[in-house]
């Protein structure tokens, strides 16, 4: 089985403050990895994946991931926040090793960035 | 804008009353999907359709019933609803079902 979790409901952070989002899995094979964002009333949209290779991925919006095989994370990253970057995020997995060939999600963190 | 259109973007219905949440995709894309998303629960896969033929039932009670005429559409019909079935509907896309997935604005269902 593949889940995925995302321990905080809400992290909040100044403007021009690096941010943390953070998030854990649990696959029996290799993981598929995704980072998605929800602006209001909108749908989610991609952020940034990683499969193989270097452990640190870089997305949109100056967004990055890195990949912790040991301790199962992939934390979501940006060096400088913006208030605009206020939203929902959303960790996602998929087991490489069998299974669904679909991503489970977590529930979503939701980035409040203070000016 | 995803390539992705749901209507309506907003619903309220009764417990009585048959609706349909319509999504069409405009990508080329061949497997479509519907996800309920509630307030502080992970996103809550529900069906999922690969060049038209469902693949995924993820044990959605029968008060909803998907329809894929073409890989274009995506259909979920609504009947006998009750008040947790509350919650935004997202339709998603994808190229193959392994890829990322690209999402609609979603349907704000009410059930009163």
Redesign the interface.
């Known amino acids: 089985a593949q889940s995925v979790a995302q321990p905080e409901d809400q992290v909040n952070v100044a403007e021009g403050n690096p941010l943390t989002v953070k998030c854990t899995y649990s696959v029996s094979g290799n993981p598929y990895l995704f980072w998605y964002v929800q602006y209001p009333n909108r749908g989610l949209q991609f952020l940034l994946k990683y499969i193989t290779g270097d452990n640190l991925v870089k997305g949109s919006y100056g967004f990055e991931a890195e990949f912790n095989k040991s301790q199962t994370s992939f934390h979501l990253k940006k060096p400088s926040a913006l208030v605009s970057d206020s939203a929902l995020y959303f960790c996602a997995v998929r087991d490489m090793g069998g299974g669904s060939y679909i991503p489970t999600f977590g529930r979503g963190t939701s980035l409040i960035v203070h000016p | 804008e995803?390539g992705?259109t749901?209507t309506p973007r907003h619903l309220v219905m009764g417990m009585t009353n048959k609706k349909s949440l319509k999504c069409e995709q405009h990508l080329g894309h061949n497997a479509m999907?519907w996800?309920k998303q509630s307030a502080?629960?992970?996103?809550e896969?529900m069906f999922?359709y690969n060049f038209k033929e469902q693949t995924?039932n993820n044990s959605v009670p029968s008060r909803f019933s998907p329809e894929c005429p073409n890989s274009s559409h995506l259909f979920l019909h609504l009947h006998t609803l009750q008040p947790e079935d509350s919650a935004l509907y997202?339709?998603?896309s994808s190229q193959e079902?392994?890829e990322?997935?690209?999402?609609?604005?979603?349907t704000q269902l009410s059930v009163l």
Not at chain 2, 40 to 43: I, Y
């Open positions: 995803t992705v749901q999907y996800y502080k629960k992970p996103l896969l999922v995924e997202l339709c998603a079902t392994s990322k997935l690209f999402f609609g604005s979603g």
